[in-house]
C-alpha cells in the first residue's frame, strides 16, 4: 500500500506588521517599557523595546475618549463614550515573561459626560478625571471611590496634573504671601490628613484659566488667568518649584508655585499641545503644530534649540511625554507615527549653549495606512519598503530577534525617505536590492540608493518629464557579471536605466549614469504607449524587452533600446493591473492550445477577476485562471519548488480586491491555496526568491508574510501516512488474535467507527455473558470506563450515530448504559476537547436523548403489542380441524 501523500501547496502565516495604534491617547509607563496604544475600539500593550504586543485589551464597542497607564504600570485606566470607565491591574504573565496580564478590577460612570482627560500622580495610588462639563473628580484607584469632587465652571477641562508643593508648611498649603496671617483652627487642621497637605491638582480648561485644587483644604486655591484658549499641558518642576502651563494660544508661561505670580512668558508663535520639564526642571519642551520639539532655558525663557523650519501638517506634535532619569522624550505626531528623543545631550549643556534639535533615537509608525505597494531590498532581503498612501516610502527591518532591545526588531522603521510631493503610487528595485525606484503623484520618480551599513538611505536622481502621475515604473532585472565591479560593489554602481509609465499614457526610458556631478537626468525617449493610464511596467531577465500594462485592457510588450512595440497581448475584458515576466529558468508549461515555447512567458492580472498566462512566441493566452471574486491587482511568479519525482512545480499568486491571495498551478490551471488574513483589498504582493515567503500588503494597514509550507506538511503527510498503514496493520492483528482491549482502544485513536462497532457487537451479542459486566465483558467495561476526554467525546459521537439506527441501536444502549454507569454527570458534561466547546456536547448529548426516547416508545408499542397476541392464541386454544370441513367449537 502507498504511503505518499499527494503533492499539497500550503502557506501559514508566520509574521504579521500591524497597526498598533490609530489615533488617540498614548501612555507610557515610568521604566519606558511598556506603551499603551489606542488602537480603534481596544487598547494594545507593546514592549518600546522589543516591539512584542504584551496585551490586548477589547473596548465596549465605543470610542475610547480618554486612557492612561500608571507610573508604575499597575494599573490602566480606560475611559470611552459609554461613560464608562474600566480599571485594570496588570501584572506580568506567569506563563511568558514577554507577556502581560490583565484583570478587569472595576467598572465605574465616572462623570455623567464622557471623560476627555486623566493624570495619576507619582504614586500610582489617585486617579483625576476631568469632564466636558468641567467637574474635576478624584479616585481611589485601588479602592475605586472618589475622594474629592471639584466643581468648575460648566468649560471642559483640557488638562490635568497632580503635584507636591515644596517649602515651608505656609507653602506647603498653598497659602498665598497675603494670606498667611490668616490661619486656620488647630482643631481643624488636626483633623486632615498630614500626607496630603502638600498635595495639589492643577486643571486647565478651555477658557485659558488653570486652577489649583488643595487635595487638603478640598478648594480651589489659586486661579491663574493670562492665557486666553486651549490649555493643552501642565507640569510641575520640585527643583524649579515652578508650574509650566502651555495652550493653544501660541504661548507658554512658567509660574511661581509660592505666591502663583507669573515667572516669564515665551511667545511660541505655534499651538502648543505638548509640554514640560528637562534635566531636573533645568529645561523645558514644547511641541505643537509646527512638528518640532523645542528644548527652552527654564530660568529666562530662552530658546536652547537652533531655529527649525516648520514641518507638514501630518508631523504635528499631538502629545508627549517624559518621565525623569528616563534618557528620552516620547512624541506623537498627527499621522499616528511616534518618535523618540534622546535628551541625555541636555546634561551637559551650558547656560549659553545653542544645541541642534534632539537626536531622533527611534520612529515608530502607529499606522502604516493603506498598503499601496512593497518589496524585498538589499541581497539578503531584511529589509522591506513600503509605500503607505503617503508622501514617504516607509522601510522596516524584517530582523528575527524579537528580544532585540536595540530597536531593530521585525516590523521597526528602519529609515523614513522624503522627497516627494505626493503620494507614492508604485515602487521597483534592482537585482541587488540596493537600489529602489519609486513613482508618485507628483509626476515625478526618484531613484534612491539604500545602504543601511553607513546608515545612508538617499535621492540619487530625480527624473521629470511627465505630465501626470507616474503610476508604473521598472527597474532592470538583469545580473552582472560575477566578475565586474557592478556585481562586487554593487552600492556604487546604479542600474543602467529606468522605464516609467505614466497616467498622460507615455511611457519614458531614463538613462541612469555613474556621475559625481548628479545631474539631473532625461529620458532617452517617449513613446505613447496606451489609450488609458498605465498601471505596471515590468523588466524581463535579459534586459531586452520590457512590458506596459494599462486600463486600455491591453499589454505591450517593448524593446527596451529601439521603444519599439513588439507585441500586443490581448484578451483581458477589463483594465490590467499587473504584470511579470517569467523568471529564468522558468520550464514550459501546458497550455489550454498546447505546450508552450520556451522563448518566454508574461503573467498579467486584471479587473475581469482574472489572471493569464501569455506566451512570447505568438503573444496568445496559454492558461487562464479564474476564482477571484473582485479585480486582481498584483500578480507574481513563485521560486520553482520540486516534489518528491523530481518534478517542477511552476506556481503564480496573485492578489485580489477580494482581500485574498490565491496560489496557482501554472500546468493544470488549478488552484493551490488560498490565503486569508486581510479585511481589505490587497494592493501589494512580493516573493522571497530563496524561502518562497509570500508577502502580501492591503488597505486594512496589514502587512503579512506566508511561509511555505509545503515541505514540512509534505513530509507530516507522508509520516501520517505511513504511521495510518502500521496502526491499520496493528489493528488487525488486535481484531484477529481476539485482544479486544487493545482493539477498542486503537479503533478510538484512529476513529474507525465501523470496526468500532464490530468489536462492540461481537463482544455484546457473544454467547457468554460475564457476571457483574455491563455490557457482558468486564474488560471492555473497564476501558470505556478508562477513556481520556478526546476519546470519551469521540466515542459519545460514535454512540448518537449507531443509536439513530434501529439495527444498531441495541449495541449503542448497551455501550451508553456503561458510559452513563462509569462517569459522573459532572465529568460528562465538562469534557475539554480540543476545539470544542458545551455547546457541541448539549447537541450529542439532546441528540442522544431523543433517539432513546423513540427507541423506549418502541419497545413499549411492542410490549403492548405482545399482550394481543398473547390474547388471540388463547382464544385460539378452542379451535379444532376435520378432515371434510373446518368445524369450530366454542367452549361454554
Not at 501642565?234 to 509660574?255: F, G, I
Not at 505643537?288 to 501630518?314: D, K, M, S, Y
Not at 482581500?659 to 500546468?667: E, H, P, R, T, Y
Request: charged residues 25%; hydrophobic residues 35%; negative net charge.
Amino acid at each position: 500500500m502507498a504511503t505518499k501523500a499527494p503533492y499539497t501547496t500550503t502557506f501559514e502565516p508566520e509574521h504579521t506588521i500591524q497597526p498598533i495604534y490609530t489615533g488617540g491617547s498614548v501612555a507610557l509607563e515610568q521604566s519606558g517599557r511598556i506603551l499603551a496604544t489606542t488602537l480603534g475600539e481596544d487598547v494594545l500593550l507593546t514592549d518600546l523595546n522589543s516591539g512584542r504586543q504584551l496585551a490586548k485589551i477589547e473596548g465596549d464597542g465605543e470610542f475610547i475618549s480618554t486612557m492612561t497607564l500608571t507610573p508604575s504600570g499597575s494599573h490602566l485606566i480606560i475611559c470611552s463614550r459609554s461613560l464608562s470607565m474600566r480599571i485594570y491591574s496588570l501584572a506580568p504573565s506567569p506563563t511568558a515573561i514577554l507577556n502581560v496580564t490583565y484583570e478587569l478590577l472595576r467598572s465605574l460612570k465616572p462623570h455623567t459626560t464622557p471623560v476627555v482627560v486623566l493624570a495619576v500622580d507619582q504614586t500610582s495610588t489617585l486617579l483625576a478625571t476631568g469632564g466636558s462639563d468641567g467637574v474635576v473628580k478624584v479616585w481611589d484607584i485601588l479602592g475605586g471611590y472618589i475622594t474629592h469632587t471639584f466643581r468648575g465652571p460648566n468649560i471642559l477641562v483640557s488638562a490635568l496634573h497632580f503635584f507636591e508643593l515644596v517649602g515651608s508648611k505656609a507653602e506647603e498649603r498653598g497659602i498665598s504671601a497675603r494670606n498667611r496671617n490668616k490661619r486656620m483652627a488647630p482643631e481643624e487642621d488636626d483633623d486632615r490628613n498630614e500626607y496630603t497637605r502638600g498635595f495639589r491638582l492643577a486643571s486647565g480648561s478651555q477658557d485659558g484659566k488653570v486652577r489649583i485644587w488643595d487635595l487638603y483644604k478640598r478648594n480651589c486655591t489659586s486661579v491663574l488667568d493670562s492665557h486666553v484658549s486651549d490649555i493643552r499641558a501642565l507640569d510641575y518642576s520640585p527643583e524649579e518649584n515652578t508650574l509650566l502651563t502651555a495652550s493653544r494660544d501660541k504661548t507658554a508661561m512658567w509660574w511661581d508655585a509660592k505666591t502663583w505670580k507669573i515667572r516669564k512668558v515665551v511667545p511660541i508663535l505655534e499651538e502648543v499641545e505638548a509640554a514640560g520639564f528637562l534635566a531636573a526642571g533645568k529645561f523645558s519642551y514644547t511641541g505643537g503644530a509646527n512638528g518640532n520639539i523645542r528644548v527652552w532655558q527654564t530660568e529666562n525663557g530662552r530658546e536652547v534649540t537652533r531655529p527649525q523650519p516648520a514641518r507638514g501638517e501630518t508631523d504635528a506634535i499631538v502629545n508627549a511625554i517624559a518621565f525623569r532619569d528616563l534618557g528620552f522624550l516620547l512624541s506623537v505626531q498627527a499621522d499616528q507615527t511616534i518618535v523618540l528623543h534622546a535628551t541625555t545631550i541636555l546634561d551637559n549643556v551650558d547656560v549659553a549653549d545653542t544645541i541642534s534639535p534632539l537626536e531622533q533615537l527611534r520612529r515608530i509608525s502607529g499606522s502604516h495606512d493603506e498598503i499601496i505597494d512593497l518589496c524585498y531590498l538589499l541581497p539578503d532581503r531584511s529589509l522591506l519598503a513600503l509605500a503607505t498612501n503617503s508622501e514617504e516610502l516607509r522601510i522596516v527591518s524584517l530582523a528575527h530577534d524579537i528580544s532585540s532591545e536595540n530597536g531593530q526588531y521585525f516590523g521597526a522603521d528602519v529609515a523614513q525617505l522624503k522627497g516627494h510631493d505626493d503620494i507614492i503610487i508604485c515602487l521597483d528595485i534592482d537585482w541587488s536590492g540596493h537600489w529602489v525606484a519609486t513613482g508618485a503623484k507628483d509626476n515625478t520618480a526618484k531613484l534612491w540608493r539604500v545602504d543601511p551599513v553607513n546608515n545612508s538611505y538617499d535621492c540619487y536622481a530625480t527624473l521629470t518629464g511627465h505630465a501626470e502621475s507616474i503610476g508604473a515604473i521598472g527597474l532592470p532585472r538583469l545580473v552582472p557579471l560575477e566578475s565586474s565591479e557592478a556585481f562586487k560593489s554593487p552600492r556604487d554602481h546604479p542600474p543602467s536605466f529606468v522605464i516609467t509609465g505614466s497616467q498622460d499614457q507615455t511611457v519614458k526610458r531614463w538613462d541612469i549614469h555613474k556621475d559625481t556631478s548628479r545631474k539631473a537626468p532625461r529620458a532617452l525617449y517617449t513613446r505613447k504607449a496606451h489609450d488609458k493610464d498605465i498601471n505596471a511596467i515590468d523588466n524581463d531577465h535579459t534586459g531586452r524587452f520590457f512590458a506596459s500594462a494599462s486600463q486600455d485592457k491591453t499589454v505591450k510588450i517593448w524593446s527596451v533600446e529601439e521603444g519599439e512595440v513588439q507585441g500586443i497581448l490581448r484578451g483581458h475584458k477589463r483594465g490590467v493591473w499587473s504584470v511579470k515576466f517569467a523568471p529564468k529558468d522558468t520550464p514550459t508549461i501546458t497550455g489550454e492550445t498546447g505546450p508552450a515555447t520556451s522563448k518566454g512567458l508574461v503573467l498579467t492580472g486584471s479587473g475581469d477577476k482574472t489572471v493569464k498566462i501569455w506566451n512570447l512566441s505568438d503573444y496568445s493566452c496559454v492558461r487562464t485562471f479564474e476564482g477571484h471574486a473582485n479585480s486582481v491587482l498584483k500578480v507574481s511568479w513563485l521560486r520553482l519548488p520540486t516534489d518528491e519525482r523530481g518534478r517542477k512545480h511552476v506556481q503564480v499568486a496573485s492578489a485580489g480586491g477580494d482581500g485574498l491571495v490565491k496560489v496557482w498551478d501554472a500546468n493544470t490551471g488549478e488552484l493551490e491555496t488560498t490565503l486569508d488574513n486581510h479585511e481589505d483589498r490587497v494592493w501589494a504582493l512580493a516573493v522571497h526568491p530563496t524561502t518562497n515567503t509570500i508577502v502580501s500588503g492591503s488597505g486594512d494597514s496589514t502587512v503579512t508574510f506566508w511561509k511555505d509550507t509545503t515541505a514540512s506538511t509534505q513530509a507530516a503527510s507522508t509520516a501520517a501516512a505511513t504511521q495510518f498503514v502500521e496502526q491499520e496493520q496493528q489493528l488487525q492483528n488486535y481484531i484477529h488474535a481476539g485482544s479486544y482491549r487493545s482493539a477498542i482502544t486503537l479503533a478510538l485513536q484512529l476513529n474507525h467507527p465501523a470496526r468500532l462497532l464490530s468489536l462492540f457487537t461481537s463482544v455484546v451479542t457473544q454467547n457468554i455473558h460475564e457476571p457483574e459486566s455491563i455490557c457482558g465483558s468486564k474488560s471492555i467495561d473497564e476501558i470505556i470506563a478508562n477513556l481520556s476526554d478526546e476519546q470519551l467525546y469521540t466515542l459519545l459521537l460514535r454512540i448518537r450515530d449507531w443509536n439513530t439506527n434501529n439495527k444498531t441501536a441495541t449495541v449503542a444502549q448497551k455501550i451508553l448504559s456503561v458510559v452513563l454507569k462509569s462517569y459522573p454527570a459532572s465529568r460528562l458534561s465538562n469534557l475539554k476537547v480540543k476545539g470544542r466547546k458545551g455547546k457541541g456536547l448539549g447537541e450529542v448529548f439532546e441528540a442522544l436523548k431523543v433517539y432513546s426516547d423513540r427507541h423506549y416508545k418502541r419497545v413499549e408499542g411492542m410490549a403492548d403489542e405482545s399482550y394481543l397476541v398473547d390474547y388471540t392464541l388463547r382464544c385460539m386454544d378452542g379451535l379444532g380441524f376435520v378432515d371434510e370441513g373446518v368445524v369450530m367449537e366454542i367452549d361454554s
